[in-house]
């Protein structure tokens, strides 16, 4: 469904009302390594504070050749090191890999390096294929029910130490680090209402149950310690340059990527292409027309309008933004001609 035109008056009416972040994969390009990834995260990370973003989340993924956030938290602590006032988390954990009693000390140690500075967005996903699962957990013997349960355990870590407790997160107990729960389908909306929590839809790249999964979220929200009201967070993707056709033209680096993964065929970022939209088959063209339902392409003044958009179609709260863009200077770029769409910095 495409986004419907918006009136460049109208922008500035609801845009000081959101906060914008930034979700970055730590990239691995064609030609570069996982050290140079890093690198470009604490830059850009840096660069985002200067910028006005509210976040810069990091996401667990593992066996996959162009991403480096693999060891999520301690990626997030590189960051967070290198910078003073952005909040830095994750977007997230894939909880089912690890003990809740981990997270806890993880998440509090960064808490207690950094206070009050640091989220943890949690996902039920594995973030991998089934065998590396297998080699992450040694077993696969748990269920999607012991999510809901983990979640609770983990809160429990990260709140005030309680009589009788036998097991402490040592840091963790008393950090009350803020949890969100991540999700692309109706499960986590669910479990984000009933505790309470904010709620983050990934639809940047699985779109399809969005609309239904923030009404389900709203209407079924339960105030509780941490939020007395709902709060979404959604994905989106962003290719801002000079002109429509360069902005065209570097999303074709992200449009690769994308194919390769739902292909099965994942690897380094590559190089921006010319044509390659015109090379796509139906099927793969579809595919992308979804994602393209929650995205911002073109100049400065287009991804105003297109976010601008977005914004009064979902009342998000917040977007979570993505660029994936193979040079690191047009990716900065990217972010910066955005900052300034979005009013976060003057133009």
């Known amino acids: 469904m495409p986004v419907p035109r918006i009136s460049i008056e109208r922008i500035a009416s609801f845009m000081p009302t959101t906060k914008f972040s930034i979700l970055d994969l730590a990239p691995i390009t064609e030609g570069s390594n996982a050290r140079e990834a890093l690198q470009r995260s604490l830059d850009l990370a840096q660069h985002a504070e200067r910028w006005g973003?509210?976040?810069?989340?990091?996401?667990?993924?593992?066996?996959?050749?162009?991403?480096?956030?693999?060891?999520?938290?301690?990626?997030i602590g590189h960051v967070a090191g290198g910078t003073s006032t952005i909040r830095v988390g994750a977007g997230g954990i894939m909880l089912p890999n690890h003990s809740p009693l981990v997270i806890a000390e993880q998440f509090g140690t960064l808490a207690s390096l950094y206070p009050g500075r640091i989220d943890l967005g949690l996902g039920r996903a594995p973030g991998t294929d089934p065998v590396t699962s297998h080699a992450l957990r040694r077993t696969l013997g748990g269920s999607v029910d012991d999510f809901p349960r983990d979640v609770v355990e983990l809160q429990r870590?990260?709140?005030?130490?309680?009589?009788?407790q036998k097991v402490t997160a040592v840091p963790g107990a008393g950090t009350e680090v803020p949890l969100w729960i991540l999700g692309s389908s109706l499960?986590?909306?669910?479990?984000?209402?009933v505790l309470g929590?904010?709620?983050?839809?990934?639809?940047?790249f699985a779109p399809a149950q969005l609309?239904?999964?923030?009404?389900?979220?709203?209407?079924?929200?339960?105030?509780?310690?941490?939020?007395?009201?709902p709060y979404v967070m959604l994905g989106f993707n962003v290719c801002a340059a000079e002109s429509e056709e360069e902005s065209r033209f570097l999303r074709t680096s992200s449009l690769q990527a994308f194919v390769n993964l739902r292909f099965g065929t994942p690897g380094p970022l590559p190089p921006p292409?010319?044509?390659?939209?015109?090379?796509?088959?139906?099927?793969?063209?579809?595919?992308?027309?979804?994602?393209?339902?929650?995205?911002?392409?073109?100049?400065?003044?287009?991804?105003?309008?297109q976010i601008a958009a977005f914004v009064e179609q979902t009342g998000a709260d917040e977007l979570m933004l993505v660029s994936s863009i193979f040079d690191h200077a047009k990716r900065l770029r990217s972010f910066e001609i955005t900052a300034e769409a979005t009013g976060l910095i003057e133009n």
């Open 53 to 75: 973003y509210t976040r810069f989340w990091l996401a667990e993924h593992h066996n996959m050749r162009g991403i480096a956030s693999a060891a999520t938290s301690v990626v």
């Open 273 to 305: 292409v010319e044509g390659f939209e015109e090379t796509l088959t139906p099927p793969q063209r579809a595919m992308l027309d979804q994602i393209g339902r929650c995205s911002a392409i073109g100049t400065r003044e287009d991804v105003a309008k």
């Open 197 to 204: 929590l904010p709620y983050a839809f990934a639809s940047h």
């Open 157 to 164: 870590y990260l709140g005030p130490d309680q009589p009788g």
């Open 211 to 229: 609309e239904e999964a923030v009404e389900i979220y709203r209407e079924r929200f339960e105030p509780s310690e941490q939020l007395a009201e």
């Open 187 to 193: 499960y986590g909306a669910q479990l984000a209402a």
